[in-house]
């Protein structure tokens, strides 16, 4: 091995242990140093390792949490057949429960020699995890896009909706039909959207009615799963407290709190209101039609893969977060606030016969 590294050395022009760093890929060489000594491995006859082989250029790497909301593989839809346009094929990798991790599934991406990856709602979106993982797969020459999620940690191209906006344009609407007592359903709180959702949640909330953040998150913001489960044991809660609206952080959570209402002898939307959001496809056809905020999908999508092939092209933009601004799509699950219902006391709400 050692015989191996000087001829490599030698041959590139470089030191032993410039070559080793490229071989193991490690960061801190330059780029122009690590293809001269990938060439020069060419040159000698030795075979690449698996991780530094040349890359397809058809294949880019799509890496979603999970397919059961619906949201995902609409976006998945809409990036393929961007991705496909451009000549390229999407290969799609799912993280499951007890399955593949996102770390395993990147690493098993970049064996296969992708020209690049687009993270759907990973690790960027926790502000738990650790971002060097990123800074490790930029070493090794991998470009990448990440949707839903921003950190500063990282230096790539973040694509993301308008969260803040979103709730300003829920809370509003609810406002205008009367409600007073509106709550909010969303995840757990250690994600980038769920800190925001809840940033434009108490703002409107303190702007509307004058309450403060710390009443707000007290009164009337729930954090749960972003399952259909999820949403009825936020909206339980909410209702509990006397909300007459619940604003949900996705669809399938909106579900959840129509059937969290309905369990309890009320009706949607003329006792209790309901928002969803991300605009999920079939939502319009649900029991009332849902209405949402909705997310740009097509243009989120269309636009992490035109950052991304800039990525792969070399002309790379300015790391940067590139924000969507989302609409308000008003069907039957809103109407004006039951009279009087919003001034029950907390925990007394009113059930039919």
Do not use: W
């Not at 059961?68 to 961007?82: C, H, M, S, T, W």
């Not at 990147?106 to 020699?113: C, H, I, S, Y």
């Not at 650790?130 to 839903?148: H, K, N, S």
């Not at 909206?235 to 209402?261: F, K, P, Q, W």
């Amino acid at each position: 091995m050692t015989a191996r590294l000087a001829d490599i050395a030698a041959q590139a022009g470089v030191s032993e242990a410039t070559v080793s760093r490229v071989l193991n890929g490690k960061q801190g060489v330059a780029a122009a140093t690590r293809e001269s000594v990938l060439a020069a491995l060419d040159v000698l006859g030795y075979e690449r390792p698996v991780r530094l082989r040349r890359r397809s250029a058809g294949l880019v790497g799509l890496i979603t949490p999970e397919l059961e909301n619906p949201i995902f593989p609409a976006l998945a839809q809409v990036i393929g057949q961007a991705l496909t346009r451009q000549g390229y094929t999407p290969v799609l990798a799912t993280q499951t429960p007890g399955g593949s991790t996102e770390d395993e599934l990147t690493e098993m991406l970049v064996d296969r020699g992708v020209s690049g990856i687009i993270f759907v709602s990973g690790l960027h979106a926790d502000t738990t995890a650790d971002m060097t993982r990123y800074d490790r797969l930029r070493g090794q020459g991998v470009p990448f896009v990440l949707i839903d999620g921003f950190t500063d940690q990282v230096r790539a191209p973040f694509i993301s909706p308008d969260d803040r906006a979103a709730m300003r344009l829920a809370v509003t609407r609810l406002a205008s039909l009367g409600h007073t007592r509106i709550g909010l359903a969303l995840g757990p709180k250690r994600f980038v959207p769920v800190v925001r959702k809840t940033e434009g949640f108490t703002r409107a909330l303190r702007d509307t009615f004058g309450t403060t953040a710390e009443e707000a998150e007290r009164e009337f913001v729930r954090h749960s799963l972003y399952t259909l489960e999820g949403g009825q044991a936020a909206a339980d809660s909410l209702l509990d407290g006397g909300c007459t609206a619940v604003v949900c952080a996705s669809d399938m959570m909106a579900l959840g709190a129509i059937r969290a209402v309905r369990r309890r002898g009320l009706d949607v939307p003329a006792d209790v209101s309901v928002v969803g959001f991300d605009d999920s496809p079939l939502i319009a056809f649900t029991d009332p039609p849902l209405t949402t905020v909705r997310k740009p999908v097509t243009a989120m999508g269309q636009a992490a893969v035109r950052a991304l092939l800039e990525e792969i092209g070399g002309t790379p933009a300015p790391p940067s977060e590139f924000v969507f601004m989302p609409e308000l799509v008003v069907r039957g699950s809103t109407a004006s606030a039951p009279a009087g219902l919003g001034e029950v006391p907390q925990g007394e709400i009113v059930r039919k016969a």
